[in-house]
């Protein structure tokens, strides 16, 4: 059976979580508007900057700072064009930072399939960003 559109993008998702250089949460995101990938990323260092792999995670609190979100480095990618009323599909629920970047640059669509622990839902503020949740185990 030939899978959906939904299913396919957010297995390309996972696909860019492989490349993650932070060991504590490999998530990868991918832009998608029109059915073409604008713009995709993972959760890693800053260029030129040491990856947690190489140098360990940089921990404040419960978070790794060292690294650059998944979905920040997925709408570095994109023209603002690219992003206004594109799709993104994520491994894990943006976090609320990744949350407000998602609906300042337009992005009309999230699809994530991963929960993860949020103290305030800002996607409920805008109500014309459609979240989905597509469950998966990986």
């Given at each position: 059976?030939?899978?959906?559109?939904?299913?396919?993008?957010?297995?390309?998702?996972?696909?860019?979580?492989?490349?993650?250089?932070?060991?504590?949460?490999?998530?990868?995101?991918?832009?998608?508007?029109?059915?073409?990938?604008?713009?995709?990323?993972?959760?890693?260092?800053?260029?030129?900057?040491?990856?947690?792999?190489?140098?360990?995670?940089?921990?404040?609190?419960?978070?790794?700072?060292?690294?650059?979100?998944?979905?920040?480095?997925?709408?570095?990618?994109?023209?603002?064009?690219?992003?206004?009323?594109?799709?993104?599909?994520?491994?894990?629920?943006?976090?609320?930072?990744?949350t407000k970047c998602i609906i300042n640059c337009g992005?009309?669509?999230?699809?994530?399939?991963?929960?993860?622990?949020v103290e305030h839902d800002w996607f409920a503020l805008?109500?014309?960003?459609?979240?989905?949740?597509?469950?998966?185990?990986?």
């Open positions: 059976m030939r899978k959906d559109w939904d299913d396919y993008f957010i297995d390309i998702a996972f696909q860019v979580a492989e490349r993650s250089t932070c060991p504590r949460r490999r998530v990868g995101a991918v832009i998608v508007k029109d059915k073409r990938i604008k713009g995709t990323g993972y959760n890693g260092s800053p260029s030129g900057l040491p990856h947690c792999i190489d140098e360990g995670c940089l921990m404040v609190g419960d978070h790794c700072v060292r690294t650059i979100h998944a979905e920040i480095n997925a709408l570095l990618e994109c023209m603002p064009d690219e992003r206004r009323g594109a799709t993104i599909y994520v491994t894990d629920r943006p976090c609320a930072e990744c992005i009309s669509r999230v699809v994530f399939a991963r929960e993860y622990p805008a109500p014309w960003v459609e979240v989905l949740f597509l469950p998966r185990d990986d």
